[in-house]
């Protein structure tokens, strides 16, 4: 036997002592810091057993991946809400996360919906506001069934201008707003006349400029500025500095060459450059438009979605058609601004969660060392976070890469039976709402989803495609 | 007073958290402490204890347990000091630099020299982490118990399929390429290979191997349920033949207790047709002697140590301590039994050294009972109480229900050896001490404490017993044999180097 000719390094689970029992004898040994997989759970652990080296999931996994590899991302155009977002009518009111009524919305969600309906002229005060939408009027609907996504409350409603993001090799679209700044803005459930002005001047003078100038370039490639945005220090969720000054350098010259009257453009750019986040809304319908296009392959266990309303966290997963799978949204743990205080925050909210679903945000902290200074930790957590996410994700990213991992791709493509196997929750990288509404950000942080998410996908998924 | 603290989602391992509870109960006032995961089994544990409301029924095994009964507040507050030093201990060693690892597939990744994985982990997620092993190519070593024959099946096909060893499921001992592996003795580097099902069995004959002057090549663990008819001796054939090609092995050693008749006919079978000699232990076993080309049955433990020595030194006598000396002690402590005291009490950690006292007692027509009877009828209504002669396996489930082995805690022990002592009736204490890796740190020298006490409360009865201590161990232990032979001896223990030898003496005394 080939062992009894080998020097002994043995592994060692469970019992401390064995391992230095091994050691006093001069054989060396690594402990492992072990945890029962699945937090323990006999029933999700069985199932564990069952399918982790199911073949047909490999390939189902490998054929959404490639369709989410294969993807390419082009702002195209911008539209209005009503016209181009598929099953959108003017009593509808889009928001981010899993579907959710009125009576469950917390502060900043109830705040964006007031707001949305100020701007659409559907009320005059706050109070009208409140009673349209408690009286039933008004579908509240998630933008992931409509093949859109929003930051934080993610409201989009029938007026408002969205990009509109072609996937030129699958041929599905992705939409999102256009991202209204810093401080009192509606996404962070502010309604203000200030907020309301500013989405009225986004919608008559910053869209259709911006929409002459994307259209003039022929389509703007989203994936290239994400993969050169992560080589500069963003990871294009809660970092978009390196985005947004690509995005910039990208359009000037076709603002120019739009013909827009010159205070307009002067305001433009003055707008797009005094928001770093402006990228946000961008690299979020390019995570989308790939992600949709590797969902609903049947038995595959990728997750597709992760998104939150401010009071459940839904996940959705490719195998498992349209159907949410929620917990309860987690506070963020993070740095909060001068001032406020752990009581003064919401608990998670928004659809840019899709940044970590797709190999970035989150997932790639490595990338954007400097995020610790906004979001609490040291460049040390910064780059374990990323090499945590390895374990509980199916590829390593051929675009999206870390440079201090030598150029290694992304951690990409998330596997429920992973995150339960192995006890990682996903990591996400994100900004903290004020619990009331519109007060705006209070802060910035890291979350996990919720742990049942993950548990009630792998159920249904045995339930779905290996009967009761 | 009673308190219970859950903490949810907080992982610990069943032996830290025997230390853990171990260490609460060693704090002045503290009345019970058990601390553990929220298992059934824990929980009954609790339950028993009187340490159970709603929030424990509702844990789960991913939950951590903390239950206390003092008798001041001052003990409450002392004790949840220690809880909190205890459990912050592991999380403070692995801090600094060093990389901490999970899986076993992170270390395969990153180191591939790597070729051996220990499991301990609870039995319910044990087959899975051994399959993974196996799966990555590495050799298994599962002391894990509570996993089904139908997986351990299928991890040992599994195994066989990649030409891997899977010791165990409830593999205890093994020695490969000089390392002790959990429960096993230094012994000298030599021409002996053992195959094992058994652990302080396959202990007692390696111990033996050394003191007669030979020493070991190969210990092989295969896990008890090994030659059981369902599995079929799949590792101890596959053992056999490993041994079988290894150059430094040059006598072939099985140590287990009788088989299925087909299992053992395919052992033999297989042995035969090697064409290295072979000692085949069936503990107990009624068919012994030599079975033609160069494969000899043997009984017990120490006849399989003699006739392995035998075979590589032909100079061997095959003699095992002074006998006269022994029979010169024997008739004077027999003088100092009055006529009430007739009976053996045993209290064993070993369990196959409790299986070899009772297989050799029932040949002499001795009844013995046991909590591991060797027939339905000896079987003891409550393990806590001895009648007649009997022999206590204190491994055996009833009393390691979260707690450690007597192997690793000796004095869980303490109490009945202390019991047995001031019986009436008791004429012989006999109990093993077993030194080696994986074994606690003095164990002599708590057994001779418990035989101090013991002894002083036997004087103000006027009334002496006879203590006799199998010291299971070689001159290479980290425990320092010699030493732990005084600290017995000094407390008036006769002390062997072999069950066999001790079971001969209770027989001189007794018959």
């Known amino acids: 036997m080939e062992l009894f000719r080998q020097k002994l390094k043995a592994i060692n689970l469970g019992n401390r002592d064995f391992a230095e029992d091994l050691r006093a004898q001069g054989t060396e040994v690594y402990h492992l810091e072990w945890e029962p997989p699945a937090r323990g759970k006999k029933e999700l652990i069985d199932i564990l057993n069952l399918i982790e080296d199911d073949p047909e999931i490999e390939k189902a996994n490998k054929i959404a991946l490639e369709k989410y590899f294969n993807s390419q991302p082009v702002l195209v155009s911008i539209g209005i809400a009503r016209e181009v977002i598929p099953g959108m009518d003017e009593d509808t009111l889009l928001h981010a996360g899993p579907p959710i009524t009125w009576e469950k919305m917390s502060g900043p969600l109830r705040g964006a919906v007031i707001g949305a309906l100020i701007y659409e002229g559907r009320a005059n005060t706050p109070e009208e506001a409140e009673k349209l939408a408690k009286s039933g009027k008004i579908k509240f609907s998630p933008c992931h069934e409509h093949n859109a996504v929003g930051p934080m409350a993610g409201v989009i409603s029938p007026s408002m201008p969205v990009f509109i993001v072609h996937n030129v090799t699958h041929g599905n679209y992705a939409y999102c707003t256009l991202n209204e700044g810093l401080g009192k803005v509606l996404r962070y459930g502010a309604f203000s006349d200030e907020v309301i002005n500013r989405l009225r001047w986004m919608e008559k003078v910053l869209a259709p400029g911006l929409k002459k100038a994307i259209e003039l370039s022929g389509g703007i490639d989203l994936k290239t500025i994400i993969a050169q945005a992560l080589h500069m220090g963003d990871e294009l969720h809660n970092r978009n500095k390196a985005g947004t000054s690509l995005f910039i350098r990208n359009i000037a010259p076709y603002l120019v060459k739009a013909g827009l009257p010159d205070s307009e453009l002067v305001d433009i750019l003055n707008f797009i450059n005094s928001n770093d986040h402006f990228f946000l809304n961008l690299s979020m319908p390019a995570a989308k438009v790939m992600l949709d296009a590797a969902h609903n392959i049947p038995k595959s266990t990728l997750v597709t979605t992760m998104a939150r309303n401010g009071t459940e966290f839904g996940i959705r997963v490719s195998g498992l058609g349209n159907r949410w799978f929620t917990g309860p949204a987690q506070m963020i743990k993070g740095l909060l601004f001068p001032g406020f205080k752990e009581e003064d925050c919401n608990p998670d909210i928004g659809d840019s969660a899709i940044t970590e679903t797709a190999g970035f945000g989150g997932f790639a902290m490595a990338a954007a060392i400097a995020i610790v200074q906004f979001v609490g930790g040291t460049p040390e957590d910064a780059l374990n976070y990323s090499r945590k996410m390895y374990e509980i994700t199916i590829a390593e990213n051929r675009v999206f890469q870390i440079p201090i991992f030598g150029f290694r791709g992304t951690p990409t493509g998330i596997d429920i039976r992973k995150v339960l196997s192995k006890n990682i929750l996903p990591q996400i990288n994100t900004g903290i709402a004020h619990r009331e509404a519109g007060i705006g950000q209070v802060g910035a942080g890291l979350v996990n989803p919720p742990w049942e998410c993950f548990e009630k996908a792998l159920l249904a998924w045995k339930e779905q495609y290996l009967g009761e | ?511």
């Not at chain 2, 809880?83 to 597939?105: A, C, D, F, M, N």
């Not at chain 2, 030194?313 to 010169?328: H, I």
């Open chain 2, 1 to 511: 007073m009673k308190k219970i603290i859950i903490k949810p989602n907080l992982y610990y391992d069943s032996v830290t958290l025997m230390r853990v509870s171990q260490a609460l109960s060693e704090v002045p006032g503290v009345v019970n402490a058990m601390v553990g995961m929220g298992t059934d089994l824990n929980k009954d544990s609790l339950k028993n204890l009187g340490l159970f409301d709603e929030q424990v029924e509702k844990a789960s095994a991913n939950d951590l347990i903390i239950g206390l009964e003092v008798s001041t507040e001052e003990a409450l507050n002392q004790a949840l000091t220690v809880l909190e030093q205890q459990l912050t201990k592991k999380r403070e060693e692995k801090g600094g630099s060093e990389k901490v690892y999970t899986g076993i597939e992170q270390v395969v990744n990153e180191d591939p020299e790597a070729n051996i994985v220990l499991i301990s982990v609870a039995g319910m997620y044990a087959a899975r982490e051994a399959k993974k092993a196996l799966l990555n190519g590495l050799h298994v070593f599962l002391f894990s118990d509570n996993v089904s024959v139908e997986e351990e099946i299928m991890l040992k096909d599994l195994a066989l399929e990649k030409g891997l060893l899977m010791m165990g499921p409830d593999c205890g001992t093994a020695y490969i390429n000089g390392t002790a592996l959990g429960f096993a003795n230094k012994v000298k580097k030599g021409p002996i290979g053992i195959v094992g099902a058994s652990g302080t069995g396959t202990q007692q004959v390696m111990v033996l191997i050394d003191r007669f002057g030979s020493g070991v090549s190969q210990v092989i663990g295969t896990g008890g349920r090994d030659l059981s008819r369902e599995v079929g001796g799949r590792m101890m054939s596959f053992g056999i033949k490993m041994l079988a090609e290894d150059p430094e092995t040059k006598v072939i050693v099985t140590v287990s207790k009788p088989p299925a008749p087909e299992v053992a006919e395919k052992i033999l079978s297989l042995l035969k047709s090697i064409s290295k000699p072979a000692v085949v232990c069936f503990l107990g076993s009624d068919q012994t002697g030599f079975q033609g080309n160069d494969v000899v049955v043997v009984n017990n433990l120490e006849d399989t140590a003699t006739m392995a020595v035998k075979l590589v030194n032909s100079k061997f006598s095959g003699t095992n301590g002074d006998q006269e000396v022994l029979a010169k002690i024997v008739n004077e402590l027999k003088g100092k039994l009055n006529p009430h005291q007739k009976y053996l009490r045993a209290l064993y950690g070993g369990g196959s050294l409790a299986d070899e006292t009772m297989q050799e007692l029932l040949k002499d027509g001795f009844e013995v009972f046991s909590n591991i009877p060797l027939k339905p009828e000896l079987a003891l209504p409550s393990p806590l109480e001895s009648r007649g002669h009997t022999v206590i396996d204190l491994g055996d489930d009833f009393f390691t229900r979260g707690k450690p082995h007597p192997m690793i805690e000796p004095a869980l022990r303490v109490p009945r050896i202390i019991k047995e002592s001031l019986d009436p009736e008791t004429a012989v204490v006999l109990m093993d001490v077993i030194l080696g890796y994986g074994c606690h740190k003095d164990p002599a020298g708590v057994t001779a404490q418990a035989v101090y006490d013991a002894k002083e409360k036997l004087a103000k009865e006027g009334r002496e017993v006879i203590f006799i201590g199998v010291l299971v161990g070689t001159e290479g232990d980290p425990q320092n044999y010699q030493e732990q032979e005084r600290k017995l001896k000094d407390a008036g223990v006769l002390v062997v180097n072999s069950n066999y030898q001790a079971v001969k003496l209770v027989k001189s005394i007794l018959g």
